[in-house]
């Protein structure tokens, strides 16, 4: 009698065997990636400076470190684009500085696993074209993440808007844009 109870309070799953069965876990939904699309600029409202961050280098595959600095670098009013790719040399960070109106690019490199990981955040100044000061923080994941919205903008903050100010003020090109001539037609015809 005891035994036609207990079955009749179990599941289906535990009625049949006498065995609890685990329902499998729904996956859970992949982090916000809204940091990722460029905010455009309202008219009328002026931002600090406007900032380039790449990815970094060893980032996790959803970049929770650079989705951190992107934000952060947003509460404090910077026009902040996360679409461009870095340059080879120091004179094409100068151009496309000129070119974009960026006063600051922002370059990462996460190296470690788990709770020994260790974020390298170097920032080089657009006019300049050359590294003027990093930043790092060691931990887990979740540990650097707080430190970049706690800590970032404490560290890094005054380089940043002496540099978009900087920035800011008229400067001249170093070189005219190069124009690439594709030529003259031939006048003979080939293979004639």
Do not use: H
């Not at 990636?33 to 996790?60: H, M, R």
């Not at 929770?64 to 679409?83: D, I, M, S, W």
């Not at 960070?93 to 020994?116: D, P, T």
């Not at 930043?135 to 994941?141: K, Q, V």
Request: glycine share 10%.
């Amino acid at each position: 009698m005891a035994v036609a109870s207990l079955g009749a309070t179990a599941g289906p799953a535990e009625a049949a065997w006498g065995v609890p069965c685990p329902l499998p876990k729904a996956p859970s939904a992949p982090p916000d990636q809204s940091w990722l699309k460029d905010v455009p600029e309202k008219p009328g409202s002026t931002a600090a400076g406007k900032i380039a961050v790449f990815t970094f280098k060893g980032d996790d595959v959803f970049e929770p470190f650079r989705g951190a600095v992107v934000r952060t670098l947003r509460k404090q009013r910077l026009n902040v684009t996360a679409a461009l790719r870095p340059a080879d040399s120091p004179a094409q960070y100068r151009e496309m500085s000129c070119s974009s109106n960026l006063a600051v690019f922002i370059e990462g490199e996460v190296s470690g696993e788990g709770a020994r990981q260790a974020l390298l955040i170097r920032l080089r100044s657009g006019v300049t074209g050359q590294y003027f000061t990093s930043a790092r923080f060691s931990g887990s994941t979740p540990a650097i993440v707080g430190a970049i919205g706690n800590a970032l903008w404490g560290r890094v903050g005054s380089g940043i808007l002496r540099t978009c100010s900087s920035a800011a003020k008229p400067r001249r090109r170093e070189s005219a844009p190069m124009y690439i001539e594709a030529g003259t037609p031939l006048d003979t015809p080939v293979g004639g």
